[in-house]
Nanobody
Framework: QVQLVESGGGLVQPGGSLRLSCAAS????????MRWYRRSSGKERELVAD????????NYVDSVKGRFTISRDNAQNTVYLQMSSLKLEDTAVYYC????????WGQGTQVTVSS
């Protein structure tokens, strides 16, 4: 079955950086678009970044453009989210997702930006 396991979250000061990873299994990873979402307390889930199956095209929500970078390693079945210049409002649980596979969500990893 599809498994997505996020890691790399933690506590970081404003302006800091983190790299999230999502290890995928149970499907042909290299054939699927991947996404990162986040959910902040009291807010709806938000699409943060998207990457095509071959990694050639990426898209970002405006609030993270220039600060976050989504990438993937199809040999390692892993998608990454490099986050830099983190802000307080980036605090959230971050999830990876396979948009074309129903129910394909990881358990999430908590990112807390705080001084």
């Amino acid at each position: 079955q599809v498994q997505l396991v996020e890691s790399g979250g933690g506590l970081v000061q404003p302006g800091g950086s983190l790299r999230l990873s999502c290890a995928a299994s149970g499907f042909t990873f290299s054939g699927y678009r991947m996404r990162w979402y986040r959910r902040s307390s009291g807010k709806e889930r938000e699409l943060v970044a998207d990457i095509t199956a071959n990694g050639a095209l990426t898209n970002y929500v405006d609030s993270v453009k220039g600060r976050f970078t989504i990438s993937r390693d199809n040999a390692q079945n892993t998608v990454y989210l490099q986050m830099s210049s983190l802000k307080l409002e980036d605090t959230a649980v971050y999830y990876c997702n396979v948009p074309s596979i129903s129910g394909a969500w990881g358990q999430g990893t908590q990112v807390t930006v705080s001084s």
